[in-house]
Structure formats: structure tokens, C-alpha cells
């Protein structure tokens, strides 16, 4: 059993976003894994950060996999959801399925660092950020 994941987009495959064979690009993919991305780590950081421009997040490790074609048209939601928690990085796994068929359409598993980007190097989860992450993890 895990806990609910979290809505982080919902869209649309537009035609302009698709190559010659009417399936939705690899560039499109990322892009909207990318936005979903910044919901869930927006929902982690919290509002106190918001206005910190010292800490950001650096992706490390982002990996997809594509298992059914997306076609021009198809309406798309990403569900995310952490998966593993580390003492300044965050592991997390988004699913992109269909909005009406439910369909996997594809998954990403992205590992990202707590940034300090005036010092250039990873910095430890703050401990409301944590708490955030956690309460997506799964629930064992």
C-alpha cells in the first residue's frame, strides 16, 4: 500500500507537439515531466522557501520510460509521488497516464539534491521539507 500520489500536470498532447509519425516527441515528454516536477517540489519546499534565492535543486539522475504511444489530442495527467528520501536529495517517480483511459503512457524517476546555490554544493533537507517528502513516500 503508498500513499496518494500527488496531481502534478495535467494537459495536452498538442499536434505541433508530435514528430512525423503523429506521436508526441521526446522533447514534450521531458517538458511536461519537468512542469510536473516543479509542483512536487514547490509542494516539498514549502511557501517559506519561496522567496529564498539561496536553495534551489539540481537534478542528478533523471530516467524515462516510454510504454505506449502518445498521440496527438491525448489529454494527460502525471501523478508524482517520493519514493526514497536521503539527507539532501529526493528520489521521486511520476507517472504519466491518460486522463480518461488511465493508460501508462510513461514513467520517470528523477533523484534531485537540496542546492545552497551560493555555495555551489548540496545542502540537508530542511526539516518542514522533509517532513512534506515524507508524508509522500510510501506507506509500508
Not at 500520489?5 to 498538442?14: C, D, E, R
Not at 534565492?53 to 539540481?58: L, Q
Request: overall charge negative; proline content about 3%; aromatic content about 6%.
Amino acid at each position: 500500500m503508498s500513499s496518494q500520489p500527488l496531481t502534478t500536470y495535467v494537459g495536452v498532447a498538442h499536434p505541433w507537439m508530435c514528430d512525423t509519425m503523429g506521436h508526441m516527441n521526446v522533447r514534450h515528454y521531458a517538458a511536461m515531466f519537468d512542469d510536473a516536477s516543479f509542483q512536487l517540489l514547490g509542494h516539498i519546499a514549502g511557501l517559506e522557501t519561496e522567496s529564498e534565492k539561496a536553495r534551489g535543486w539540481a537534478d542528478v539522475r533523471s530516467e524515462t520510460e516510454y510504454k505506449h504511444e502518445t498521440k496527438a489530442g491525448a489529454l494527460i495527467t502525471i501523478r508524482s509521488r517520493v519514493v526514497k528520501l536521503g539527507r539532501s536529495s529526493v528520489t521521486f517517480e511520476q507517472i504519466m497516464s491518460g486522463t480518461l483511459d488511465d493508460v501508462v503512457h510513461a514513467v520517470n524517476r528523477t533523484v534531485t539534491v537540496r542546492f545552497d546555490l551560493d555555495a555551489r554544493a548540496a545542502t540537508a533537507l530542511e526539516p518542514a521539507a522533509r517532513s512534506r517528502a515524507e508524508a509522500l513516500l510510501p506507506v509500508e
